[in-house]
């Protein structure tokens, strides 16, 4: 692949960020296009989707353009982003219909043939498992096609330590496939990847997102390029009115142009049609306005009114603390490990912090907990660990809960979690600002995470595969279900003190915060656990009956009495099958407990549950 090598990657977005040079941007989307979506395209599985992630990735590097790190290899930073908006976009699609689509191709997984059908599924998955060189070197030279000495220069090695920890990258792939049922040699995983990993992203796809980006930074573009950002999870119905918008704002049409050369023009030609429009933009946008009012209750929510009245904080009866640790009924159980049986796990993966986390969770040694917040003080996982540690000090938890907001922006629980610490040192009005901060942003609560890396912690002490496995969900604890019902039950108590105030519109969007908290959980994605569900379904009906049980609910005609029937009857069908479950653990096969471990993490503990119950013949 011939590029123009006289600048580099950073140089590139230094001007773009500079000058919004609008070359140099659309010169790292040619570097990179190919790269990102077949990442993309491999763990969403549609290619519709796929252009959406890649998209996404591309405006985000764009508005993050200022703040990369010297040294920043952009491949490996667009490599992960991709990574985590693809699985936003899963869990987003794995609430529709698309779900089964999904599941049913991710199936693949279950070939053992050593080709590329067996490796692609789990490709992505098994780079994530890479610490962040070891990732930034295959990236470069078998996705990439980068010579070694290209290698060692980006890592600041020689060749011959590229090569040596290439080596090693390919035996932890190799290895990482052969756990999940795939033999591969080396030299055969070396061509598989080489040959398949990166493919040509859709013809035109890479002037549309230079053109989204480039258009970002400019003033007559600042409504579009919000509404390009927000597009992906918009309804239909949004996007029509904002597709009519850009049409207009395009004018010649820079969303039709498929070649780069043209944009600058387009853009300028853009900018001189701004006068002659803004009347016709602005009865776009009335229209726009008046068609989101029909859908109100879908997409325009109420703010409480600030400052907030006083509340005494709630907290969770002590009973409903306890059920909220799906794997107590094991607690007679010895399932810790020593620190000397984690030692080979932690050597294997450099003592990084997902391995210290993992170590510190399988053994409870809180110095492994203490050593990853001293060597990654900046790693989201280790600050959502640290926000948990017992008898930590109230500022040391503001300090973690506020680094691990700084290093995961985009995820709500950090606003949430911090909501709650808010409302327990009596300021209501910054928790309810961390509600509203965290409106729209994707959840993520590392439950899929922490179960992988410490079935691995398992693994290397000597468990096996279904032993492991088996460890690390009945030794997972989910510290923060009980802290999201406590934050749900605190925002109730503030909707009464609003009520009680006279202010029933404050009480009424308190109210309905608590309920999207609620369905935070209880429509669940995969990895998550029932009690996970249970938790969201039991939080969303407190709020509910809080309300006028008469009043409207959604836009299919229900009331929220409706609503609160609905959950009672679904609380109950899960509690049922969670007893059907139960008893069949005694009679499972070790390879049935493998099997269902993985359908839990893939596709969610539902869909491994009716697998389980549709083999064993029960209903």
């Known amino acids: 692949m011939l590029e123009n090598m006289s600048e580099t990657d950073l140089d590139l977005l230094a001007r773009y960020a500079r000058h919004h040079a609008e070359d140099a941007f659309a010169e790292i989307v040619r570097r990179h ?94 780079m994530h498992d890479l610490d962040e060189t070891d990732r930034a070197a295959v990236l470069l030279r078998y996705f990439e096609e980068k010579s070694l000495r290209e290698v060692g220069q980006a890592l600041g090695a020689s060749e011959n330590a590229a090569q040596k920890r290439l080596t090693r990258a390919v035996e932890r792939l190799r290895e990482f496939f052969g756990k999940r049922g795939v033999t591969v040699g080396a030299r055969g995983l070396v061509v598989a990847i ?44 949004q996007k029509a009115v904002v597709t009519a918008t850009v049409a207009i704002l395009a004018g010649a049409g820079v969303y039709q142009a498929r070649r780069a050369s043209q944009l600058r023009e387009q853009v300028q030609t853009l900018q001189q049609q701004q006068a002659p429009l803004t009347e016709q933009i602005e009865q776009l946008r009335r229209e726009r306005d008046d068609a989101l009012k029909r859908v109100a209750s879908l997409f325009i929510k109420p703010t409480p009114r600030l400052p907030a009245p006083r509340i005494q904080v709630a907290s969770p009866p002590e009973e409903d603390l306890r059920s909220t640790n799906l794997y107590e009924r094991f607690k007679d159980k010895q399932l810790k490990l020593a620190v000397e049986q984690v030692e080979s796990y932690l050597k294997a993966n450099g003592r990084n912090a997902a391995s210290l986390l993992a170590a510190y969770r399988t053994t409870g040694d809180s110095a492994l907990l203490d050593e990853a917040m001293q060597k990654f003080p900046s790693n989201p996982q280790v600050a959502f660990e640290a926000a948990f540690k017992k008898d930590a000090a109230p500022e040391d938890r ?163 009495r409706d609503r609160v029937d609905h959950l009672v009857r679904e609380r109950a069908e899960l509690e049922e099958r969670s007893r059907q479950v139960e008893s069949l653990f005694p009679k499972m096969s070790e390879h049935d407990w493998i099997s269902y471990k993985d359908r839990w993490l893939m596709f969610g503990e539902a869909a491994a549950a009716s697998w389980l119950l549709n083999k064993y013949g029960q209903k």
């Open 194 to 237: 080489s040959a398949n990993a990166v493919q040509a992203a859709p013809v035109g796809l890479a002037v549309t997102i230079s053109a989204t980006a480039a258009l970002a930074g400019t003033t007559l573009a600042a409504t579009a390029t919000a509404t390009a950002t927000k597009a992906i999870a918009m309804t239909t119905l």
């Open 33 to 126: 296009l190919d790269l990102v979506h077949s990442a993309a395209l491999r763990q969403v599985r549609s290619p519709q989707l796929a252009e959406e992630v890649a998209q996404s990735a591309f405006l985000k590097l764009a508005r993050h353009a200022r703040q990369l790190a010297p040294g920043t290899i952009v491949s490996a930073w667009l490599y992960q982003v991709t990574r985590r908006e693809a699985i936003d976009v899963v869990r987003r699609e794995a609430r529709r219909h698309l779900r089964e689509q999904i599941a049913t191709e991710m199936n693949a997984i279950n070939a053992t043939a050593a080709d590329w059908t067996g490796i692609e599924p789990l490709l992505d998955e098994a």
């Open 398 to 560: 503001r300090r973690w809960l506020d680094a691990f907001k700084e290093s995961d922006p985009d995820n709500a629980l950090a606003n949430y979690l911090s909501a709650l610490d808010y409302f327990k040192s009596g300021q209501p009005d910054q928790a309810v600002q961390e509600f509203i901060a965290a409106s729209g942003k994707p959840f993520q609560d590392y439950t899929s995470e922490r179960y992988q890396d410490d079935a691995e912690a398992y693994l290397a002490a000597g468990y096996s595969v279904a032993d492991a496995k088996t460890a690390s969900s009945l030794q997972l604890l989910l510290p923060q279900l009980a802290q999201v019902k406590e934050l749900g039950l605190n925002m109730i108590e503030l909707a009464k003190s609003y009520r009680q105030a006279g202010d029933d519109v404050s009480a009424e969007a308190a109210l309905q915060m608590t309920i999207s908290l609620g369905q935070r959980y209880s429509t669940p994605s995969p990895g998550e656990a029932t009690i996970s569900q249970l938790v969201g379904i039991v939080l969303e009906g407190i709020a509910l009956k809080a309300m006028d049980p008469n009043s409207p609910h959604g836009s299919n005609g229900q009331t929220v």
